[in-house]
């Protein structure tokens, strides 16, 4: 018996539009009903407040079709998620979802990445601190279909009323006390026919949702059994290298590979777009026979520039303030902020078999649909013809949106017709990836008898790209935006993330953007780090201007309640204004994006202003509703790990149209002796629906740090990170 989901179309009807789909003795849910049923808040066009929001909007069409639960009969459930899980935690967040609605243990639940999956059109794309968003709803309408379903069968088979069972521990109990195992009942729910009513359990009936877990897929990850791209054997797939240029976009111009292949190993060598690539028997052999070739190059996009030449061009770039600075009191800075690698733990890694008539992929991807369109065209299959696994990835922050390592291997595999192996070096990824691009910030804030009257921020930036799937999302919802349908795809992520919290009169905020050909995308927090960073730093300056505590200024101007509930939490908790020896200082900072907010408080230490070390942080964040507070937690950790490193140590140097950082011993990511051994971070209670938490943790956490700097050394930070000196001998181009 099939029945097909009424909110999707005939054409795009496959099996994971189905709501249910009988494979004995495994029972198979989608979600039933039309999207509105399965997300019953639904944001309406006039009410978008963020990207979180338009993302969740361009996904209606196809919400009903979204989760796709497998019940089977050793009594194991799972799900398969149509997102990519690079270390944020969501499998196991999704996981708690399934076995609060099933009264399973979540032990019994399991959660595989979905293939690309084109009949979801953009509700396959992961950012935006918008996954929880997206599939609150539902992941646990699924859940509660199958617990109907199991229910039903159940009392069939036992000849009672369904109303007089429940469940426990992955049984349905009966009246009299006994218990049917989920398992034995799958092929029996399976064969069921009928609608079967199935609404989620209120929040108010939650045991598992709302309690810290620890990540599902923990062990395997700390023991090494964790499967990631490189891991995965495919018959025929060998190690691959690329050889690239020494600037960015460089091209071949000529390649003599003589050397290289009479080398041991050694298998192909070939011409492709991004450089010259060789397959061989080792990933050892492969770098050998790399370094051996010689090749000339055309040049690249930004031979001429450098890090001079590209701030020139951003301070030249920043739009020009409203309020003249001689008609009221005002407070006024200037910030840069430095290109910084994503980093990500994993390389750029891919495996690709593509034959004359299909292709098969395997990456660590958060937007498959538009990686598939994109290898399909360049390998000249259709779209049908070519299968993408998303594979868990080894750390994003914005980098995997991007799935240039998939389409090379793609290319190289087609080029040299065989399977390939694809691992870019540390140095691949910090010279030819992906980068948050430079910043400027110009800001004025005017002010006069105790209020803030106008607050004005410019931002000037290297061109942001957004060709990874968020541009079809925004151009797909345009009509619907807040901020209008014609503006960039960069000014609309900005004006619907970027949000000044504080009831400061009059607020402008604008962004510029400089093209040029370099290889940027979304760092964790996009515009948010930095933007937010720079203006919670002069909120610190304003307050010493008007005479106010940093902490009591924010508190008096903050918008909500909730805001400053969060603010005096951390002020509580932190022991905001104790007494610090000479050379230590506190700092604070407060956020708020995707319907969640967050107030950091730090400590440093600063007597050598040259070497500041964060001693002590206490976060406190509210995102509504949490569903696995530790891996809240973990998520701010990880956001004031981010800020740390980015505020005080890393970033690239850009010479001569490369970054000269080749390895994270140049880029100076925060080490442990780095890291607050005090950290302290408290999750508000629940309310609500859940917000984003994702990216929410990093923009708070740069101003703390920044103005406890400044508190400490009693030097005003204007350009990040503080402490930046090529202190190494870069790598050879």
């Known amino acids: 018996m099939t029945t097909r989901d009424d909110a999707v179309s005939d054409g795009l009807a496959r099996r994971h539009f189905l709501t249910l789909l009988v494979a004995a003795p495994v029972l198979t849910i989608a979600v039933p009903g039309t999207a509105s049923a399965v997300i019953p808040t639904l944001p309406q066009p006039a009410e978008i407040r963020d990207l979180g929001e338009i993302l969740i909007l361009a996904g209606t069409p196809t919400a009903g079709a979204l989760a796709v639960l497998e019940v089977g009969a050793d009594g194991i459930v799972t799900l398969e998620l149509p997102r990519a899980e690079v270390g944020q935690g969501i499998t196991t967040a999704t996981a708690m979802l399934v076995a609060e609605e099933l009264d399973l243990p979540l032990s019994r639940v399991r959660v595989r990445l979905a293939d690309a999956r084109p009949e979801l059109l953009f509700n396959q794309l992961t950012g935006g601190s918008n996954t929880i968003r997206s599939v609150y709803d539902p992941v646990r309408h699924a859940a509660a279909a199958a617990r109907a379903r199991l229910l039903a069968a159940a009392a069939k088979q036992e000849g009672v009323d369904a109303s007089r069972l429940s469940t426990r521990d992955g049984s349905v109990i009966l009246p009299d006390g006994r218990a049917i195992a989920y398992g034995l009942l799958t092929s029996a729910a399976a064969s069921l026919t009928g609608v079967f009513a199935a609404q989620p359990k209120p929040e108010s009936e939650h045991k598992l949702v709302g309690t810290a877990q620890s990540r599902i897929d923990a062990r395997a990850m700390v023991t090494g059994q964790f499967k990631y791209t490189l891991d995965h054997d495919v018959p025929g797939a060998m190690p691959t290298v690329v050889r690239r240029p020494p600037t960015i976009n460089g091209s071949v111009r000529s390649v003599d590979s003589a050397v290289a292949e009479k080398m041991p190993g050694v298998l192909a060598i070939g011409v492709v777009p991004t450089g010259v690539a060789v397959v061989a028997e080792t990933f050892g052999q492969a770098m050998a026979a790399r370094d051996a070739l010689k090749v000339t190059w055309n040049p690249g996009t930004i031979d001429s520039l450098s890090d001079v030449d590209i701030r020139a061009k951003l301070h030249a770039a920043a739009l020009p303030f409203v309020v003249p600075p001689l008609l009221t009191q005002h407070v006024d800075a200037e910030f840069d902020f430095a290109f910084v690698s994503h980093a990500p733990m994993e390389t750029n890694s891919a495996i690709a078999d593509v034959r004359a008539d299909r292709a098969e992929i395997w990456a660590g991807l958060k937007s498959p649909i538009?990686?598939?369109?994109?290898?399909?065209?360049?390998?000249?299959?259709?779209?049908?013809?070519?299968?993408?696994?998303?594979?868990?990835?080894?750390?994003?922050?914005?980098?995997?949106?991007?799935?240039?390592?998939?389409?090379?291997?793609?290319?190289?595999?087609?080029?040299?017709?065989?399977?390939?192996?694809?691992?870019?070096?540390?140095?691949?990824?910090?010279?030819?990836?992906?980068?948050?691009?430079?910043?400027?910030?110009?800001?004025?804030?005017?002010?006069?008898?105790?209020?803030?009257?106008?607050?004005?921020?410019?931002?000037?930036?290297?061109?942001?790209?957004?060709?990874?799937?968020?541009?079809?999302?925004?151009?797909?919802?345009?009509?619907?935006?807040?901020?209008?349908?014609?503006?960039?795809?960069?000014?609309?992520?900005?004006?619907?993330?970027?949000?000044?919290?504080?009831?400061?009169?009059?607020?402008?905020?604008?962004?510029?953007?400089?093209?040029?050909?370099?290889?940027?995308?979304?760092?964790?927090?996009?515009?948010?780090?930095?933007?937010?960073?720079?203006?919670?730093?002069?909120?610190?300056?304003?307050?010493?201007?008007?005479?106010?505590?940093?902490?009591?200024?924010?508190?008096?101007?903050?918008?909500?309640?909730?805001?400053?509930?969060?603010?005096?939490?951390?002020?509580?908790?932190?022991?905001?204004?104790?007494?610090?020896?000479?050379?230590?200082?506190?700092g604070v900072g407060f956020h708020d994006e995707y319907q969640s907010c967050t107030a950091c408080l730090v400590e440093i230490d600063a007597r050598d202003p040259k070497a500041p070390r964060v001693v002590k942080a206490v976060i406190a964040v509210d995102v509504g509703r949490p569903i696995n507070p530790r891996g809240l937690q973990a998520q701010m950790l990880g956001g004031l790990t981010d800020a740390i490193s980015t505020t005080l140590r890393a970033g690239l140097h850009i010479d001569r149209g490369l970054p000269l950082e080749g390895s994270y011993s140049q880029f100076h990511y925060a080490r442990q002796k780095d890291a607050p051994l005090d950290v302290q971070i408290h999750v508000m209670p629940a309310t609500g629906s859940p917000g984003g938490a994702g990216e929410l943790g990093v923009p708070a956490a740069v101003g703390a740090i920044a103005n406890a700097y400044a508190r400490a050394t009693g030097i005003a930070p204007r350009s990040f990170p503080i402490i930046f000196p090529v202190d190494f001998e870069p790598f050879p181009r």
């Open 370 to 586: 538009v990686a598939q369109q994109t290898i399909a065209a360049a390998v000249g299959l259709p779209e049908s013809a070519v299968t993408v696994h998303v594979v868990q990835g080894g750390g994003s922050f914005g980098r995997r949106l991007f799935f240039d390592g998939a389409l090379e291997a793609a290319q190289i595999s087609k080029a040299l017709n065989r399977p390939v192996k694809l691992m870019w070096s540390r140095t691949d990824d910090m010279r030819h990836g992906r980068a948050r691009p430079a910043t400027h910030h110009k800001l004025r804030a005017t002010f006069g008898l105790g209020n803030v009257l106008t607050f004005e921020h410019r931002v000037a930036a290297v061109e942001t790209d957004f060709r990874h799937g968020l541009g079809e999302v925004l151009t797909a919802t345009a009509a619907s935006l807040p901020v209008g349908g014609n503006l960039s795809f960069a000014q609309t992520v900005f004006l619907t993330t970027v949000n000044v919290p504080y009831n400061f009169g009059v607020v402008t905020s604008l962004l510029n953007e400089v093209p040029l050909k370099m290889h940027t995308a979304a760092w964790r927090s996009v515009y948010s780090a930095n933007t937010r960073g720079a203006e919670e730093i002069l909120v610190d300056e304003l307050a010493a201007r008007m005479g106010k505590d940093p902490v009591a200024f924010r508190r008096e101007f903050l918008k909500t309640a909730r805001q400053r509930a969060v603010l005096d939490k951390v002020a509580s908790a932190g022991q905001w204004g104790r007494s610090l020896p000479r050379g230590f200082a506190q």
